[in-house]
């Protein structure tokens, strides 16, 4: 009897092992010329009650088996993915694999540094344009017109008047321009010049700082620079101020720090503010006074990480830029 055969199978799936043997069975049954399909095949022989009677209950053991095989085959699934998760075990004590990592480029890192102590030290942190026009990069600056000063400095041109600044102390007038004294400033940012070899960049940056009120004076200036080389550099460092000219300070002086090879390397330029740049912001140069410093950030962060090559900061070299992490 047809019934026996498909209890007995019902039972034989329930104890069966492997995914083939559960297809084979499927088919000896189900498949296009299984068992049961034959069956149902054949009923269309008889006479149109029996064929009602004798089709629901094969449809019945056809939705039996259907069932019996569906259930197995989940867990014969289930039993094989158990097997490969087991086999493929994490094992949490390997050592982990080096992961690479971005960090930040050892100009910013030394900006953001200086920046920050300034700030400690009352200075407020402003920003200016780096496409400025000659009024703010030389005139304002008391650079006279057609005056050789300019060329001190080859200047990238854009249209007009407008230029790629060649210093950050283009941000000084506009700064002054809309602040009345007491106050102090320091900005950083990107500077051009056309220049290019082992200790100049087309692009470089600088750090820039001033302090106007009345009573500001030139060792202020001495203390405050000497503190902030020290900070940088360590307390032992060897520090000179040497005469020097800038239209826009007067007097004015470079500052230099001893390197360890016992030679003198320039870091800064600084002065007391030319009264022809006050006046020029609107500010009484008999009443104040004020003073000014921009330093090369790319020139600190050469000797303060020993690289001899300035060009090295922007040759995207990873291997270079992974020693500063
Ligand atoms: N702007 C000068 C330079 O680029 C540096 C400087 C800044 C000098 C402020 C004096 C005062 O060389």
Sequence with gaps: MIVDQVNDTVSRIAGLTSIDELEQLRIHWLGKKGQLTQALKSLASL????????????????QLLIEAIEHKRQELDQRQLDAILHQQKVDVTRPPRHALT????????????????FSEHG???????????EYYNFTALNFPDDHPSRQMHDTFYVE?????????SSVQIRCMHNRQPPFSLI??????RVDSDRTHLPMFHQLEGMLVSESTSYSQLKGLLSGFL???FGSDVE????????????PSAEVDIKSHDGQWLE????GMIHPNVLTEANIDPVKFRGFAFGAGLDRLAMLLHGVSDIRSFVSGDIGFLEQFK
């Design 47 to 62: 006479p149109i009650e029996e064929k009602k009677e004798q089709g629901n209950r094969l449809n019945q053991y056809k």
């Design 239 to 250: 520090v000179r101020f040497r005469p020097s000219y800038f239209p826009f300070t007067e």
């Design 123 to 133: 200075f407020e942190y402003v920003l200016g344009p780096e496409v400025e026009t």
């Design 230 to 232: 020290k900070y940088l």
């Design 160 to 168: 007009g008047d407008r230029l790629l600044r060649t210093h950050t």
């Design 187 to 192: 900005t950083a940012g990107k500077t051009f």
């Design 267 to 270: 870091v800064l330029g600084c």
């Design 102 to 117: 971005g960090s930040q480029h050892p100009i910013h890192h030394v900006s953001e540094r200086l920046i920050k102590w």
